[in-house]
């Protein structure tokens, strides 16, 4: 069975999903394990917290984690030698090269050691469990695929997922698959807030209500967290069946506050100080969105630093030649950082792997940094107080929504602001940075804002 | 399910080495032939009775000294496979047959496609952290040495580590998911009952109670305890220990800050000092059977309370110790409580006693040669049978006597024993008196064991009976096998030959009192059975004038053969 729940931004999907958890495992009677999976690190934490806050403890057939830890350590690892001969025993997160060939060519050289990089983990997932796959092409290979369902379903007895608008189409399917054969599946998302795979839920649900084993549960339009005036605003970017209400009696503000202002960095600083939410769509000027720790070594230099003479324990020195890099790149600049790293570690590279360093490099350079702000990538879950955006043009092109086509609606952009909008539990701020602005008319973006019910910070 | 196979590579005495396991299964062999480094081997990739996992480090006596030498020889020879002979310890266990969805989970994960069967595979390994690091270093050691100058013993063993890991990705198995597949060894060198100076408990024994009391019994063992601990800090002894001290003027202040409080241990550790009583003493004090048989017992006692777990349940030697009627009692204990115990509970026993053996079935058991192990389960029903109805035979002396001469009944025997028992020089050679026609099935069982071993061999003698097919069904053997002989009387029985034999007639005459030709005194000695055949034994082997008493041809042929 498959249960879908859809429920807008402040719906108390965490609390409602931790309060089905614990009723769950209380009635359970099987000695199978139960998993709450997401998407980030960052909201399991915030499953566990909650369910310790009602439950007091994690029960031990609780199995809370993300989707990508699930999928290696349930399927990949144990299974991917059983239907796809293939043996994966170590998962990378080395940056990849955009070119589908260079990247196929890392995926393949990963592969032989046994290594599945984190960007087909869904793909490789589905391949295993699937037998629609062109991999099971004979009657022995499709029987297989089915023998392993019915081994998987011994050993999870429901799985629960939250946010599950960040899956992608294969990891939907797995899932689903999961579901028509025994095992009880709940997902609760909000397809509105699907950033990374904009169309992917909306499909997945036409798709499977029809199914004898699906239910789509009622949406749930109520928010406890936003107030109603800023549902004004981020219900324009709401489908019409999903448009929310407000449970919150806090009344909302909704204001804007410019870069010539003398106080805008000590404003911004405060409220990054104070915990609250400051996000920008993506990095501009003065703005950073700290992701050093986002990837990882090239696989191969990982390994000549992991074989290095050192007597330590090889997974800690490598992390640790990592985060040291990371802090040389940024105080002695990219080249100064790898000659470091070689002498450090006495490695020989090629020029390939000068290529590779450089690009890591790139991904965390930061020159002329002022504010550590988050992206709104990573601000989903979240809430406080005070939620500011930092002004982009392509935000302000999407809020203001001049000149944006239908094509452009309801793509990763437009859904990223539906998420700045709806994290705020009673101010929202729109930083306008003029930095970013150009060449713009100022007067315009006032107006176009004023438009929306923004009054200027006071 | 159950552990169906398990393969051992150099550790100890096996070089390579594999085994099939039944649900029960009865572990025979020579002493010396591995049966307890078996044990010892099964313990690695499961989890201990023990916590302390550092059990699992082996030493460099573990590792198979044959392959430490094949490999420093290629080192010092320079050649081209060193890498391949590193001496790696591994020991692969093969579960099958998961009954149902729980005991599916516990294996999941182990998962390994065999053709058209799916198995379940673990394996430990010890083995060089890295491989060219160690041969670097191996090499240095053997740097202008010849493969005289060189101990086993130096190989750098410190190099070594060992893991666990599913077989179908070689990715270490987590602690959390070992410990659903354990491990318990009553050794031969058992009885820790009474061990320790500290006469504690055994682990065992801890181990049953914490599966079996409740949550409620817990706290009042704990509220008891620390009870127990306030009484005696309200005896206020402790407050004179450290007292004031009126030399130095700060001291008090420093030492006012100072407590005694009891260190309140876990309940485990509160509980592994329970030991205990068994009638007015302590078990550790009653004899080594009697502790034997309450040993036992609580191990099945233990498997009982933990259904959650996979017990693979050891006994070395149940019958040590034990008189005859506790031997009835454990091998039925063992039997019955093997058969009733759920799924997730196997079986392995080793037994010098044919009695265990015949009870628990020759076909669960598994034959230790010294080289393999061979298992007799397809040892047919009318021997399982056969034996089951005489708990008494010896399959022993069958299987593993060096020279062993099966006769049918006790005349037979008792002449041969009593003609060999004259002979100078010890009597190496066992005699077993079947009691029924017919041998095949022994002899396949034998050769089972001992087919083309020159230092086994065995002799069949055999009654005519007019029948030609069952004689040519025999000698086929014979024909077949070097180390089998088999002879058949001429005549339709022993007696008849026997008579027959130079120079008996006369003698057998003067003891029966008769006067009878060939055929009057063999109807005479067959009328009275046994009990002639005891006289002319007993004639055989009198003090004075011993009867001198020629054997008949077929069975001086034998004995010859087999000495």
Redesign the interface.
Known sequence: MIEVQIAGAGAGKTYGLAEALIMHIKSCT????TFALTYTNSATAKIEQEIIKQHGFIPQNLCIQTVHSFLLN?II??????TLGD????SSIMILPGNVRFKNWHIKRLKDK?IIHADIVYNISKQIVDETVSKHNNRAKKA?VQ??LA?????FDKIFIDEVQDLDEDALRVFELFGCNGIDVYMIGDPKQAIKYPKALDAFVEQISPKEYSTILDINNQTRRVPKEILAVSNGFCYVSQQQESLSEVVGELMYLESTDARYDELLDGYIDTKQIVCIDKKAARYSTSSKHKYSFPREIEEMIR?SDHKKDKTLFVKAAFSDFMDDVIEHGNKRAISILITRHSLKLSKPHFAQLYELCGSCIEKDVRFRVQSIDSVKGLDADTCVIILSRNTLRYLSKNKLTKANHFNKEWKKIYVALTRAKKRLVLAIDHDLFAGFDMGAVRDSIGALGFIYHN | MYIKKITINNYRSFRSFEAELHKLTVVIGENDTGKTNFFTALSLPLSGNQIDFNQKRLSISDINKEAVIGFFTSVINDEADQLQKIPKVSITVEFAEPED??E??LL??????NGDE?TYQIRYDFKPK?DSDFIEVVKKLLVGKTIDDVNWFTLPVELYDYQIV?V????LIAYSDLKHVSIHCINAERDDFSESSSMKSNSIFTKLLMNTLNDDDKTQINTAYSEFFSAIEETETFEKIIGTNPDFDNYDDIIKQLECTPNLPNLKNILSNITLKYGNEYLYQKGLGQRNLIYIFILFAYYKSCG?TFNLCCIEEPEAHLSVNNLRLVRDFIEKSSRNSGSLVQTIISTHNPSIINKLKISNVLAFTGEKAISLSDAPTKLVDYLRKRPNFDILKLLFANKVILVEGTTEEMLISTYLSKQAGLNDIDIIAIGQRGYTTFLDIWLALNEDNPNKKIGVIRDYDNSDAAKAKHDAYDTAHTNIIVRTTVNYTLEIDLVEAEGNLELLNGLFELNGDISEVSDHMIKGKAAMMLDVCDAMAREEEPLDIKLPPHIAQIIEAVS
């Open positions: 099987n000695r199978k394990k349930e690892y144990p299974f991917s030698s059983f043996v994966y025993n170590d046994n297989k023998r392993l081994i998987i379903e011994n050993c074989d | 969805s729980y599916i989970a999941a994960k182990w998962l390994v496609s799916e890295d599913s179908n990705n070689e990715k959650d």
